[in-house]
């Protein structure tokens, strides 16, 4: 259900194209930030992109002037961790991502393999390293029986040009090769959303996903049964909004609108 936005809210914020494009932070995005802490909200980071740890994200905002730590943060790959725990926690994992990722699915204690015949799981993440012989090693994982895992469906990240290659566009490439399809953690499912509402305290009523992405921003927005507002600074247009099965409560054009139709 539509609700009006208020700056008390808890204000969940895609990051790649939404507050920022790779090192440019966008117009409007501090002072849209100072309004939420001035009117007693709250905001928390989530995002699709497991090739970065929260100190990394911390270290990025900084330099572009927000002050941030780790707890405002929750990437795919906390999810993913969260999620093989439960559900394989004794998995032999193979992960196609890069050294960062495997640092943190390391530090969690799962078990990473570095030869993929010992491994009988495949992790896919967006890999900013990736090599040819990770590819061939995770299509010769899934040539055999095996539990089949990656952090986010998104088929492209932004970049100055346009769009690059993300975890979902590599795992297409995998299924032109092998036939097969991962399970995805992170959006377009809710639970990064829930785990973020239930740590700091918040009802869906008062929670705003705000992202650039459809399928996935929006997507898990109302899987979780909160507010959404697509802003079209990033990947998506009017065109592809409205050719769209997921259909934002607000469609604006950027986080300066956003701070606009709160004010």
Known sequence: MKRELRADMLYLMDMDGTIY???????????????????????????????????????????????????????????????????????????????????????????????????DTLLMSYDTELTYEKLYNAAKILSRECDYIATNPDRGCPAPFGLVPDCGGFCEALYMATGRRPHFIGKPRGDMLVLAMEKLG????????????????????????????????????????AESEFKADWMLGDIRDLMKMIL
Not at 43 to 68: C, D, H, P, Q, W
Not at 80 to 104: E, M, W
Not at 228 to 234: I, W, Y
């Open 202 to 241: 918040y009802c869906p009523e008062n929670t705003v996903m705000v992202g650039d992405r459809l399928y996935t921003d929006i997507a898990s927005g109302i899987d979780a049964g909160v507010n959404t507002v697509l802003v079209l600074s990033g990947e998506t247009d009017e065109k592809m909004a």
């Open 21 to 119: 494009n790779e090192d440019s932070l966008f117009e409007g995005v501090k002072e849209f930030f100072s309004l939420i802490d001035e009117r007693g909200g709250r905001y928390m980071f989530l995002t699709n992109n497991s090739s970065r740890s929260s100190s990394a994200y911390v270290e990025k905002l900084s330099r572009m002037g927000i002050e941030v730590t780790e707890d405002d943060f929750l990437t795919s790959t906390d999810a993913t961790i969260l999620y093989l725990k439960k559900n394989h926690p004794d998995c032999r994992l193979y992960c196609v991502g890069t050294r960062s990722f495997v640092a943190q699915i390391r530090d969690a204690g799962l078990d990473v393999r570095e030869a993929p015949d010992e491994a």
